[in-house]
């Protein structure tokens, strides 16, 4: 009797093993070698996808959302940093209001008004934090804030002296030189601690008067609170020892001085 181990293989046998193995084993390798190559090919997918969510995250015109003064809010738990003493002449009521960027900032703003009126007079104290690069510029803002239903821009104005400093006035553009005293906007950046303030001020009959009213709200100014902002304190500390008076006759006087004054200056001295 023929054993099964004794069985010749046919190689005209189509089920012949010696046929069989080689062919599963190429392709096992066919399988592996397009199995690594579709792997490889989804992970270069995967790395360009996130190259370009990045680009695309970092383009310059692209809407990432609110603008940086929609997402700022009130800060309702907050308590006033500052305070304005204004003179009881101005008969004015006075609002305080905190807002609150995600960022860090924070906005102390003051504003005055008549009973049932519109504001005549803002300040705004700006401590930056991050959002800083996402806010535009400041001339804008304060344009935006001088007028809302408007699209002027702002000129200067001359400037003051103040217990901050020389602080920058600006009005808006395109007032004919007969017209009513402009209001006047205000605009001082300080560098240590990092802080700006602006606002503007329609308290005056006339231009004079006008500067002698900012300057009296800048002088006016006081620290209520540093919080943990040692910077702060010391600034205001020794803004304190500059600073002058809001008696009339010596504002308008120095509103009138020729170096301040962009109507008409008066020169020193002969010709």
């Known amino acids: ?36 190559r579709l792997i490889a090919y989804v992970g270069a997918l995967a790395l360009l996808a996130i ?11 692209r809407d990432n959302g609110p603008s940086a003064s ?4 009130p800060a309702t738990r907050s308590y006033p940093a500052f305070a304005v003493s204004q003179p009881e002449s101005f008969e004015k009521t006075e609002s305080y209001e905190i807002l609150r960027h995600p960022g860090g900032g924070r906005k102390d703003v003051l504003r005055w008004a008549a009973a049932a009126e519109m504001p005549v007079a803002e300040l705004e104290i700006y401590r930056p934090g991050d959002e800083l690069s996402e806010s535009g510029p400041a001339l804008a803002e304060l344009a935006d804030r001088m007028d809302p239903n408007g699209a002027r821009e702002l000129e200067a104005a001359g400037i003051i002296d103040s217990k901050f400093g020389a602080v920058t006035l600006l009005r808006l553009a395109g007032l004919a030189r007969g017209d009513a005293p402009a209001c006047l906007g205000f605009l001082k950046r300080l560098d240590q601690p990092d802080l700006r303030i602006s606002g503007w001020s329609c308290q005056g009959d006339t231009l004079p008067g006008r500067r002698a009213a900012v300057g009296c709200i800048l002088n006016r100014l006081t620290l209520l609170t540093a919080g943990n902002d040692p910077k702060l304190a010391e600034l205001f500390a020794r803004a304190e020892l500059k600073r002058g008076s809001c008696a009339p006759a010596t504002t308008a006087a120095a509103a009138a001085n020729w ?5 008409d200056p008066r020169l020193r001295g002969a010709l």
């Open 1 to 36: 009797m023929q054993s099964f181990s004794g069985t010749r293989a046919d190689p005209h046998y189509p089920n012949d093993p010696a046929r069989i193995y080689p062919v599963l084993t190429s392709l096992a390798d066919e399988c592996c070698g397009t199995l690594a």
């Open 70 to 73: 929609a997402v700022w809010s």
């Open 259 to 263: 170096v301040t004054d962009t109507e």
């Open 51 to 61: 190259v370009g969510l990045h680009f695309w995250d970092e383009f310059p015109g």
